[in-house]
């Protein structure tokens, strides 16, 4: 009798963690990292944290550049942060600037160029190195290599939507490509109601200055839900704690800038990375709610937040 009570016992406790076990939400299978991504940025509860590279791995190679871009792949960054110009015979290649003199050995207007003659320039690192073979991508050449791999923000580039949008259709890539832009909601409204199909999209706010509170205002008492707001601020003060708060109620997520202390209020990377105790500088971006940073030191943060469990 004993040895079959034992048994009985026994058979309960593991048909009990067995219930357990299969009760427990299971981790949705993605065909790519980029589709993983994708949903995170689209779920408001999601505790995992994306990180976002601000032009790449520039600290080891030139910014905007594919080998930049691959490297931040490697790291395990989930979104890829580039700019665009505008060629002289209309070829969207990757630069932040207008000119060529900062980031390449030429020097001149991107845009008073063609993409032929810009290739007889080489790109140079973040240390002002010039790096002899690597040129100036175009945005079709960073797209492809982004493919599934990674989501794509493209930066400075609201203007150029329509040019954008016909691009990542081609490749087949519009759902994992994101614009942002520092309008209005029916500005928004009115470019983005124009297509059937488009990119991710996500207000850009200055939550200290008025515009920004209005704008935020704006968008909230439209009815419509942002799949986030990036919020900059210059002063971490109760109110931009209070809208970091409406943001998390109304069911969108938070993008916070960590690149430079002007946009974070104070809490930059740098003095992050810096620090014996990053907890003194990310914690507070991450108490405000915080689920997207953008960084320029992305393989150090991605550290730190799998120490944390946000990963």
């Not at 009570?5 to 219930?19: D, M, N, P, Q, W």
């Not at 003659?117 to 290599?145: C, D, V």
């Not at 930066?155 to 309008?183: F, I, N």
């Not at 740098?270 to 030191?297: C, M």
Request: proline share 4%.
């Amino acid at each position: 009798m004993k040895r079959t009570a034992f048994l009985s016992v026994s058979a309960i406790v593991i048909l009990s963690l067995c219930a357990v076990s299969c009760s427990k939400k299971k981790e949705p299978a993605y065909s790519t990292k980029a589709e993983k991504v994708v949903a995170a940025l689209h779920d408001p509860d999601s505790r995992y944290v994306v990180v976002v590279s601000h032009r790449g791995d520039w600290r080891n190679y030139p910014e905007n550049s594919l080998p930049a871009i691959e490297s931040v792949i490697r790291m395990g960054v989930d979104v890829m942060e580039l700019d665009i110009k505008m060629t002289k015979d209309s070829v969207l290649v990757l630069s932040h600037d207008q000119t060529l003199n900062r980031c390449t050995s030429g020097s001149g207007l991107i845009r008073d160029y063609t993409y032929e003659e810009l290739q007889k320039f080489n790109l140079k690192s973040g240390h002002g190195i010039e790096r002899p073979g690597i040129k100036i991508p175009t945005l079709r050449e960073a797209l492809l290599l982004c493919k599934d791999r990674i989501v794509v923000n493209v930066d400075h580039g609201y203007d150029l939507y329509e040019e954008v949008l016909a691009l990542t259709d081609e490749l087949g890539m519009t759902d994992e490509v994101l614009m942002k832009g520092s309008v209005s909601y029916p500005q928004y409204k009115e470019k983005f109601s124009a297509f059937d199909h488009n990119m991710m999209f996500m207000p850009v706010l200055d939550v200290n200055s008025d515009t920004g509170k209005e704008r935020f205002d704006g968008y909230l008492s439209s009815g419509e839900t942002q799949m986030a707001y990036e919020i900059c601020f210059s002063s971490l003060d109760d109110g931009v704690k209070d809208i970091a708060r409406r943001i998390k109620e109304s069911g969108s997520k938070i993008w916070v800038n960590t690149i430079w202390a002007s946009l974070c209020g104070g809490y930059e990377d740098d003095k992050a990375f810096d620090s014996e105790n990053p907890d003194s500088v990310y914690g507070p971006i991450l108490d405000l709610g915080t689920s997207i940073i953008q960084t320029d030191r992305p393989e150090f943060l991605i550290k730190y937040l799998e120490s944390k469990g946000r990963r």
